[in-house]
């Protein structure tokens, strides 16, 4: 070969391999991970290092190999798929290829059973450079993923401490958010509303049935205010849902004993406890408060868990009205069981970390903290109490 045809031959090859470089050498650096689950649709979403085409398949499980489905994703970096005609109250099976890189199966359920349970945790995000992620949420992200049957995990907000920190939070929480779907809230320091909405292919406050179950997710950050007449509106016309169960998520606590911030966030309190409390919202849901707290205010449960690996806060020992269980130092999560009847809510401690950093785990199956919604009433206890006790004629005697 002459050197003129040489030097054609691998200028051919060299922009061939230009062209083709960027697809073969993109990694999957975030998810999969499934959001916007309803009762016959779900989205699929994945970040590469690179703009390259994907795809993603699924099928029912146990179903036959001429049931999978197929749809693709155009060349770009940050891929949310749309899977559409789902079966309600279904596992499906999903993988998700980009380039030359292809997952192996994962799960997830569609929406439509009465009866189910969920998790709910937040403020994850790392404090670098004392500790990682992978240092604390780890331990809690480890701990979501052994749980069963999980049908999908709320997080409260604040992921991540900065841009940066995105791709640690994937990471740590990848084996869990790969096998169910995630609910996300938007927490001061994802950055932005249209920063959330990219990653997470979701509005800032948005709502969904699961079941027996209405959740109304919104948007508590200070860029939220400038419309928050809008948002407020919202709220007052989702809440109408007939469904027998309620819950509310947003990220600032609107009661909470932490030093920093005593009593909580009174302008979320005043634009929106009244309407939750009106609208008969069972339990609220909050983080920002890097601990754990319940507090019982006109009806309503609320949860302030902050616990998923930032650096703690003191609570203030002097407790607003209606405060019912607080913990300090300990990593955890809430366990929520639903079903037509009830919701039970449960306090899941993963580990205590005292303020030199010393770890202890918490055995699994452990409970710190336990509320019925609807609270038995007085007669409704003395049954529960005859039970314990197993005195035989107990309850009758309050009739």
């Known amino acids: 070969m002459n050197r003129c ?9 060299a922009v061939l391999f230009a062209l083709l470089s960027p697809a073969a050498s993109a990694a999957i650096v975030w998810g999969p991970y499934v959001t916007n689950t309803t009762e016959e649709s779900a989205v699929v979403s994945w970040k590469t290092t690179s703009p390259v085409e994907g795809w993603v398949e699924y099928a029912p499980e146990g179903s036959e190999s001429g049931d999978v489905g197929r749809i693709s994703s155009p060349e770009e970096a940050m891929h949310h798929v749309l899977l ?8 499906y099976r999903y993988r998700i290829s980009t380039g030359d890189e292809t997952t192996e199966d994962h799960r997830f359920r569609t929406f439509g059973e009465q009866s189910f349970t969920c998790i709910i945790y937040g403020d994850t ?17 480890k701990r979501i993923a052994a749980e069963e049957d999980i049908l999908f995990v709320i997080h409260t907000g604040d992921f991540v401490c900065g841009d940066e920190e995105w791709d640690e ?9 790969r096998n169910t779907t995630l609910v996300p809230v938007a927490g001061n320091h994802e950055g932005s509303a249209e920063a959330f909405s990219a990653i997470f292919s979701l509005p800032a406050y948005y709502s969904f049935d699961a079941g027996s179950l209405h959740v109304t997710v919104l948007d508590s950050n200070d860029w939220a205010w400038p419309d928050m007449d809008t948002q407020t509106a919202w709220l007052e016309e989702d809440l109408a849902s007939p469904l027998p169960w309620k819950i509310a998520a947003f990220h600032h606590p609107p009661f909470s004993s932490d030093r920093k ?7 979320i309190r005043a634009e929106w406890c009244g309407i939750l409390s009106q609208n008969n919202v069972d339990a609220v849901v909050s983080a920002h408060t890097h601990a754990y707290e319940r507090y019982r205010v006109d009806g309503t449960e609320y949860f302030i868990i902050g616990c998923g690996g930032a650096p703690f806060y003191p609570l203030a020992e002097e407790k607003l009205e209606g405060h019912q269980a607080g913990r300090e130092q300990t990593l955890g999560y809430l366990r929520a069981t639903v079903s037509p009847e009830s919701i039970v809510m449960e306090m899941v401690p993963v580990a205590e970390i005292t303020e030199d950093g010393e770890v202890t785990m918490y055995p699994a199956g452990t409970v710190i903290d336990t509320v019925r919604l609807p609270a038995p009433t007085s007669g409704e206890w003395w049954n529960v109490l005859a039970s314990l006790h197993r005195i035989p004629g107990l309850s009758e005697l309050w009739r």
């Not at 939070?169 to 958010?177: D, T, Y």
């Open 169 to 177: 939070f994937f990471s740590v929480a990848g084996p869990m958010l």
């Open 84 to 91: 559409t005609n789902l079966s309600p109250a279904t596992t």
């Open 261 to 267: 911030r005593p009593g909580g966030d009174q302008a």
């Open 125 to 141: 995000r790392g404090q670098k450079p004392y500790f990682a992620q992978a240092e604390r949420h780890g331990l809690v992200a």
């Open 5 to 13: 045809r040489k030097a054609r031959v691998m200028a051919a090859i």
